[in-house]
């Protein structure tokens, strides 16, 4: 097991929350190697963490452990789990967050609201069921402290998962973020991020957009030119960003400003 | 001693002085473990800080060094200091800051304004008077980097206590925070800290809540419910926090904007 | 080779940006201790961001390795460099930002604008033409992750400046951050940084301040008294800052709003 833990949660930076989180882990492993991915996901919105969370995942070295704390049922009878698919564990509410633990394959079975899907071979969950693993107090309003933290302390010193809690057979998914294709063969995806740089990242994989050209529609506004890059932009246009995601960039602003694009706007690409 | 050092301050993260701080520390102790508890104090806002550091305290290991700095008088007359009850040190300006380092029957003796008390028999106060443990040259402006942050490096490598200079018999405090009793029964707290979601947080003690059902007023606004959990609420109604104190909140919105709550606003609670 | 590297950015904190490139380098190097300077820096703004990282540079033990990356011209042909003047190494993009690397007698060579000046002795910089170095697959939009977080990964492992390109005999520089002397004895300054409190930070040294006193015009206002400390102010005033810069504060205010000062305003300064 790795001694990296991952955070990423809606507390942001402003309050005591993400530093009791850490105080806890480095209580039962001094030895851990803490990184945020963000704390700044918008309070409550699951999906843009799961979306950011995604977008690192990939960069970091297999056993690392990520813990996720967008968890507005907390204290209600929500499940809370660690899952691990054999390249990274997973530790958090089971309210759909965790789905990049799952196969597109089982994510594709979900509706777009989340939806409990079935954790298929190869993949392991257990519910966090077991108070050892817990803090000797568990508040009802902060279990990324009092539950996720301990646990994933524990799985950095090398725990079982089977420890944890009993082995569930399903969990709550998100479908993947992809853009859907229409009878007409137009790529309908959305704006799911919009960055620091006011760039609005979409949906619509890299694998979706049309090799000989892409026209982009985005409220109202229609944009032609496939970039290379953002210094290649001369006004709006669009590229594949950094994630593997079609986005929408403006030369020197904002292109969710200069394009009023808001998070779940539509985007309609076609083939030029 | 432990590795760990938290730092607790109101210098933002866009500046380089948080990280000026850390490269002090590391370049002392290149094992040390840093942790921010949060920088983003209101500028000059010695009680805010207290209590955020405070909420984080339980949460870390016995002998962490906490080094807090929210110091408008740095350069002047004020005293620098170490304390250390027995559990953990505390570096930082002797404004009040550091009362957490002791227990509230001495904090009980303060005015709301801070004001001098005797250091109890079991914890031990030293002034920063020995400048082998500051940098070669110490600013005006930055004790942070130039004090505070040479003297946690040495503390987290064994220096003992007594070595950065002479032992103080008083330091200045701040009542603890909790919420003050009328004659009639009234429970009368304030508004202590707004966090990310909106939730006002008051200096209201779990243990000062009656058990048998409360009533809150704030700004003409009447609260009649103790929730569970934030995913009970309908509407708006109170708490217990995970640090221990009544907050108020509301359903799916800012409970600061909703029943427009400040910093300071005077909070009541009647046995119900 | 230290295992100290720092980060500094225009990433912000609230995208996956700054985590992927910690997990690229944890990755390859898990013993490796990350410090951000600073992720705030205004998008493209290179130069704050040199300020900076110059402020907080000097705090860094000898061998630390400093990533940057403000850089506006990625996957454009702007060249990536590694440069060593022998007490640290700096990586990033060759569009002045490594200037830090460099002595002032360098750098005085260069215009505001940037250009390209030469390496001296005693200075190594390498293009990061070596792609074993980089990530297998290298995005046209985010070098930071894909090139310049494994490049400071394996640097930190020890791998020789020379392993990773071609070496350069120029790289592109900043003048230093300095007043200009005009004929009539004036000090011609701006304000090239607001810092969280609201002081306004001036290109004005210390050692550029006539010792017997100083007036400072900035937007029309006079000041003339110069501070030891924030705490001596009353009204507004200067003060030699923690950089060793003039900055212009005010008492119990934010200076950048009570005189209305903005990035860039010039400053002039002229002995009492």
Do not use: W
Request: net charge negative; glycine share 10%; proline share 6%.
């Amino acid at each position: 097991m790795s001694r990296i833990v991952t955070l990423t949660s809606d507390f942001g930076l402003a309050d005591h929350y993400v530093a009791s989180v850490k105080g806890v882990i480095l209580s039962l492993n001094p030895g851990a190697t803490i990184v945020d991915i963000t704390h700044d996901v918008s309070p409550h919105r699951v999906k843009q963490g799961l979306f950011l969370l995604e977008c690192a995942l990939p960069y970091f070295p297999p056993g690392t452990i990520h813990v996720a704390v967008i968890d507005p049922g907390v204290g209600s009878d929500r499940r809370a789990l660690v899952v691990s698919n054999g390249t990274a564990v997973f530790v958090g509410p089971d309210n759909g967050l965790l789905s990049c633990a799952l196969p597109d394959s089982c994510r594709d079975l979900a509706s777009e609201a989340g939806e409990p899907v079935e954790v298929p071979a190869g993949i392991d969950a257990s519910i966090l069921s077991d108070s050892r693993f817990h803090r000797p107090s568990v508040s009802r309003t902060f279990h990324g402290r009092d539950i996720f933290a301990p646990v994933a302390a524990h799985l950095s010193l090398g725990v079982p998962l089977a420890d944890f809690g009993s082995k569930t057979d399903f969990m709550i998914a998100f479908p993947p973020f992809r853009a859907s294709l229409a009878d007409d063969g137009t790529i309908v995806g959305e704006a799911i991020h919009i960055d620091r740089f006011g760039n609005a990242i979409t949906t619509i994989r890299a694998d979706q957009v049309p090799s000989g050209g892409v026209t982009v529609e985005v409220n109202g506004h229609r944009l032609e030119r496939l970039a290379r890059t953002y210094s290649d932009l001369q006004g709006s246009g669009v590229l594949i960003g950094s994630a593997g995601f079609l986005e929408i960039a403006t030369a020197e602003r904002r292109a969710a400003d200069a394009l009023d694009v808001k998070l779940g706007d539509q985007v309609v690409a076609r083939a030029a």
